[in-house]
């Protein structure tokens, strides 16, 4: 099956910086979607992004599908910003296979 | 804007005991999932659903694992004799067509003791 890799594992921020998230997958896409899991484990969609670029406020997001690569922005980090990150395919098939996720900590 | 809902929120059940966790999907959406995450771990799909049958299915939806879209409105996830490497959270998520955004509902934490 396809195969999703995200980095950093894990990254630590203060409040105010800018970061970037990437996630790489193995094969072609029909589907990306960015999440964020917050402390309570609920998932928000983030993006709905299999190419192109798409911006929303702080956030935003680049999928180069020919290279096969993901980029999530992340400008003038907020505390409320800390939790897990994933990154999320989906191919020929109706699952959505998630990478390890990035977990980011934005202190104070 | 519509969103998927889950029931419980938290489910607390001794080991080898059924249960049936529910979600109702966005209304007009078509197709339905479930997918599970052990705490800690990334999350792993489990099943679709599209027009009344199971479309895929995972390698950890064995036969201790149904679903069931009982009326217009819910779908189950029930799991047979349960075992303590079933306490995860769980996700039921919709979709219009395949290859548009899933939306996820916010998860049942599922505790098995």
């Known amino acids: 099956g396809i195969q999703v890799e995200q980095s950093p594992p894990d990254l630590i921020l203060q409040e105010g910086a800018n970061s970037t998230l990437r996630c790489n997958f193995s094969?072609?896409?029909?589907?990306l979607q960015w999440f964020h899991q917050n402390p309570w484990g609920q998932l928000i969609n983030l993006f709905y992004?299999?190419?192109g670029t798409k911006q929303n406020g702080r956030l935003s997001a680049t999928t180069v599908a020919t290279e096969r690569y993901s980029l999530l922005y992340i400008s003038s980090s907020q505390t409320t910003d800390s939790g897990v990150y994933f990154c999320?395919?989906?191919?020929?098939?109706?699952?959505?296979?998630f990478g390890e996720g990035t977990q980011l900590t934005v202190n104070p | 804007e519509p969103e998927v809902t889950q029931t419980p929120s938290h489910q607390v059940t001794q080991m080898g005991q059924e249960v049936i966790l529910r979600c109702v999907p966005i209304?007009?959406?078509?197709?339905f999932y479930w997918y599970r995450q052990i705490l800690g771990q990334k999350v792993e799909f489990l099943v679709s659903?599209?027009?009344?049958?199971?479309?895929?299915k995972s390698e950890i939806f064995d036969d201790q694992f149904s679903v069931e879209r009982p009326d217009g409105s819910n779908f189950t996830l029930k799991i047979r004799s349960t075992k303590l490497e079933d306490s995860a959270m769980y996700f039921c998520?919709?979709?219009?067509?395949?290859?548009?955004?899933?939306?996820f509902g916010d998860g049942t934490r599922l505790s098995i003791l």
């Open positions: 999320a395919v989906e191919t020929s098939g109706s699952r959505l296979t």
């Open positions: 992004i299999p190419s």
């Open positions: 094969d072609s896409v029909n589907n």
């Open positions: 998520a919709s979709s219009p067509p395949r290859g548009q955004p899933q939306h």
């Open positions: 659903f599209y027009n009344n049958e199971i479309s895929e």
């Open positions: 209304s007009n959406h078509l197709y």
